[in-house]
């Protein structure tokens, strides 16, 4: 069957995470999304990160692997006549075109977003950049950290009084690629009941702010910024925590719902002074709800005794029968990868790389009860579509010969300047 979104055909210019990102939830969707690199490909082509050099030397790059599954490639010099001409005739038979190149070089490849507005009135034109397209910083280069810092979230992780620390993972460039996909996917929306289309634009800073509302929000209004809590959650009063038992593993505790759950932890834990406590006496006051900040250094003390007293396995057989008891085992990746629960809903599937063989990666995370969606499938070969598009669109095989060319002598050229070959 059908993907939901089969049919529409989305062009993305796009490196790193942010704008493939935007391209990848199209694709999980089962758009045709082709993707439009430079002579050289994608950077994230190339970034290897730690532990790579167990792997073979042609082995796909982790971050190109996990933002480009399902795609098309070209290969084109957009600074070039023939390069912006193959181009223009994609973007006039596409549906989106989405992007996270700044304005100005866009316009240095004929592709400025009023012009592109006017050229093609029916496209969803998508662009997503680091600090939002207005203001005296809208062209100001980012990187994911940036927006994380900028955005407010870095002063919110680590341990009072030390340096803050960045969340391990890019969110700044997840948020603003889910939030341009969101917008694209609404302005096609809107289309299908104005026949036009529109420019859609959003930021990395924005997406910050998105993940953030209600810890903003809650600032704002008491005029008090919130302060971070290390394994605490800088809002929510009360036990909510990470804690280590005996043997070091790690778990957090989000709440006991009811009464008798509250009263048999504290049992099991052999600390049954604390179920007296009247800051805690309700579940409202145990999840942070109701109540003041009265107790809440005693009781967390408290949990990281009880804790330290009982190894994972003990508090794991306790809880095992005790449904009201909200917590989970803090999981690394290699967790994560091989979780029961991920793999029955297929938020990881086995992925068949040919330098590499089987490797597990996050699948779609949407389930479709008419329009299923299919697994995802290898990143393509940098300008493996090139020809086959070319020909689609009209262009002769000499033409097709001349950009693939022209790409090979600037690929070489570009190569050699990075190695500093003379």
């Known amino acids: 069957m059908p993907g939901p979104l089969e049919g529409l055909r989305v062009v993305e210019l796009a490196i ?137 979230i870095v002063s919110m992780s680590g341990q009072p009084g030390e340096a803050p620390t960045p969340p391990g993972a890019a969110i700044a460039d997840h948020a603003g690629a889910m939030q341009i996909a969101l917008g694209c996917v609404t302005a096609l929306v809107s289309r299908s009941i104005t026949g036009k289309g529109q420019i859609v634009q959003t930021s990395s800073l924005g997406g910050q702010l998105w993940l953030q509302m209600w810890e903003l929000q809650h600032s704002a209004i008491t005029g008090v910024p919130l302060s971070r809590e290390g394994s605490h959650h800088p809002n929510i009063k009360g036990p909510y925590g990470v804690y280590l038992c005996k043997d070091g593993i790690a778990v957090l505790l989000v709440v006991a719902m009811t009464d008798e759950a509250w009263s048999d932890f504290w049992i099991f834990f052999d600390k049954p002074e604390v179920v007296l406590m009247e800051e805690w006496d309700s579940p409202g006051k145990r999840v942070g709800m109701a109540g003041t900040d009265d107790g809440v250094p005693e009781v967390r003390q408290h949990l990281r005794e009880a804790f330290a007293s009982k190894t994972f396995a003990e508090f794991e057989e306790f809880v095992a029968g005790q449904p009201e008891i909200i917590w989970e085992r803090v999981r690394g990746h290699g967790d994560v990868l091989t979780d029961p629960q991920n793999l029955a809903n297929e938020y990881v599937v086995d992925l068949e790389l040919p330098a590499t063989g089987a490797t597990p990666t996050v699948g779609t995370l949407m389930r479709y009860s008419e329009t299923p969606t299919e697994r995802p499938r290898v990143p393509p070969v940098l300008g493996a579509d090139t020809a086959e598009l070319m020909a689609e669109l009209g262009f002769t095989v000499e033409d097709v010969k001349s950009v693939q060319d022209h790409c090979e002598a600037v690929k070489a050229e570009m190569y050699a300047a990075l190695l500093g070959d003379p």
Do not use: W
Request: overall charge negative; glycine content about 12%.
């Open 16 to 152: 790193a995470i942010q704008g493939p990102g935007a391209g990848l939830y199209f694709a999980n969707m089962g758009a045709e999304v082709i993707k439009v690199e430079p002579p050289f490909g994608d950077a994230s082509r190339y970034h290897r990160g730690v532990n790579y050099q167990t792997l073979p030397e042609d082995a796909l790059c982790s971050q190109f692997l996990a933002m480009n599954k399902s795609k098309r490639s070209v290969a084109l010099d957009l600074h070039s006549e023939l390069g912006q001409s193959v181009m223009a005739k994609l973007l006039g038979s596409a549906d989106v075109f989405v992007t996270n190149v700044r304005e100005e070089a866009l316009e240095r490849m004929a592709l400025g977003l009023a012009d592109l507005a006017e050229r093609y009135p029916k496209l969803v034109v998508g662009q997503v950049n680091g600090f939002g397209p207005l203001g005296d910083e809208a062209g100001k280069a980012m990187l994911d950290g940036a927006a994380q810092a900028r955005g407010g």
